[in-house]
């Protein structure tokens, strides 16, 4: 009997009991900061879930995919503010991040901006074992198509949150298609 190496992946994952997580940022280019991140468990608890106010105002376009304004993160701690606790939670369990080279990168800009040293982090990227899982192949990459979390959810027939593009929702929505790739 042959097994499923994305299913194997996916449990070993787990049982691991990793952390997930997720952010919202101003931006995705090379002085985009985050603006939002959430750090839940391995049964979906939130360990860190709140907005961040970043160095640069949040552009319009920003906004517009997941509605943060400067105005809802005018009194949210900075960065700094929460440093020492966000370094522990991303180095104290196994990380997993829909996306995670984004996602670290940008926890990198947004330490950068704040003068702050990062720890080493790894992370699995749920995205990519996604990728391998759904199947589909992209010649022009030479490898699986990667697919939106919103189009994953969709493939897998998860519950799509009404507030999807927020960080504790899409890291949740991370957890939960781990859980189903697990399940074969």
């Known amino acids: 009997m042959q097994t499923d190496p994305t299913r ?3 449990l070993r994952w787990l049982a691991a009991r990793p952390v997930f997580l997720d952010t919202e940022t101003t931006g995705l280019g090379p002085e985009a900061e985050i603006c939002e991140i959430a750090v839940i468990d391995h049964d979906g608890r939130a360990l860190l879930d709140t907005l961040l106010k970043p160095c640069r105002a949040i552009p319009r376009e920003a906004t517009d995919v997941h509605g943060i304004a400067d105005a809802d993160v005018a009194e949210a701690p900075t960065l700094p503010d929460l440093w020492e606790q966000l370094a522990f939670l991303l180095t104290v369990k196994p990380l997993v991040i829909y996306n995670a080279d984004y996602d670290l990168r940008l926890i ?22 996604y990728a391998r899982f759904y199947g ?3 010649d022009t990459r030479g490898g699986y198509r990667w697919q939106r979390l919103i189009d994953a959810a969709r493939q897998c027939a998860l519950p799509i949150p009404m507030n999807l593009h927020r960080a504790a929702a899409d890291a949740e929505l991370t957890r939960l298609l781990l859980h189903h790739m697990a399940e074969g």
């Open 8 to 10: 194997d992946v996916a």
């Open 108 to 129: 990198h800009q947004s330490a950068a901006a704040w003068d702050l040293t990062v720890p080493e982090l790894r992370a699995a990227c749920a995205m990519k074992l």
């Open 136 to 138: 589909e192949w992209n």
